[in-house]
């Protein structure tokens, strides 16, 4: 079967829509200290759009993906990328990828998340997932929601 998710890579300004299309569940490339020649090289070797607020990106190659990003809000940012490379919904997979590693989470059983969780959120939530490279514990809660509000704001 042909590989095609769609991934991303993001220029140094864009640190915030790289965490919201991690969000959704998509591998999406992010580090302060990419050249542009850096970036369009990593975007051509693993097939990831790049997403950037420099507009000189754009002239370095015909054959690479780049999406220029207009708007400096947040959410206008997104609902570009969502429009620009055709995004729908049954490709979101929410909290399916480590927000600040972007690997993805593995399931994780509620007797392992003991300890590891506030007890509150223990008692209340029975499905958690981990991110194997930092450790962080996920859950759906208040961030879940926050994202699905924004969500419904974004694709109508
Ligand atoms: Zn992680």
């Given at each position: 079967?042909?590989?095609?998710?769609?991934?991303?890579?993001?220029?140094?300004?864009?640190?915030?829509?790289a965490?919201?299309?991690?969000?959704?569940?998509?591998?999406?490339?992010?580090?302060?200290?990419?050249?542009?020649?850096?970036?369009?090289?990593?975007s051509?070797?693993?097939?990831?759009?790049?997403?950037?607020?420099?507009?000189?990106?754009?002239?370095?190659?015909?054959?690479?993906?780049?999406?220029?990003?207009?708007?400096?809000?947040?959410?206008?940012?997104?609902?570009?990328?969502?429009?620009?490379?055709?995004?729908?919904?049954?490709?979101?997979?929410?909290?399916?990828?480590?927000?600040?590693?972007?690997?993805?989470?593995?399931?994780?059983?509620?007797e392992?998340?003991?300890?590891?969780?506030?007890?509150?959120?223990?008692t209340?939530?029975?499905?958690?997932?981990a991110?194997?490279?930092?450790g962080?514990?996920?859950?759906?809660?208040?961030?879940?929601?926050?994202?699905?509000?924004?969500?419904?704001?974004?694709?109508?």
């Amino acid at each position: 079967m042909p590989d095609t998710a769609l991934r991303f890579i993001c220029d140094s300004m864009l640190g915030r829509l790289a965490k919201s299309l991690r969000m959704l569940g998509f591998d999406t490339l992010y580090t302060h200290c990419l050249t542009p020649q850096q970036l369009v090289q990593l975007s051509m070797e693993q097939q990831r759009i790049i997403l950037t607020r420099r507009s000189a990106c754009m002239q370095s190659s015909p054959t690479v993906s780049c999406i220029y990003i207009r708007s400096n809000d947040p959410d206008e940012q997104l609902r570009q990328v969502i429009a620009a490379s055709g995004i729908v919904k049954a490709l979101i997979r929410p909290f399916t990828i480590c927000l600040s590693c972007n690997v993805p989470l593995t399931g994780l059983a509620k007797e392992a998340a003991a300890g590891r969780v506030p007890d509150y959120v223990f008692t209340t939530v029975d499905n958690f997932a981990a991110c194997n490279a930092c450790g962080r514990v996920y859950w759906k809660g208040t961030h879940y929601a926050n994202m699905e509000d924004r969500m419904k704001k974004i694709m109508v």
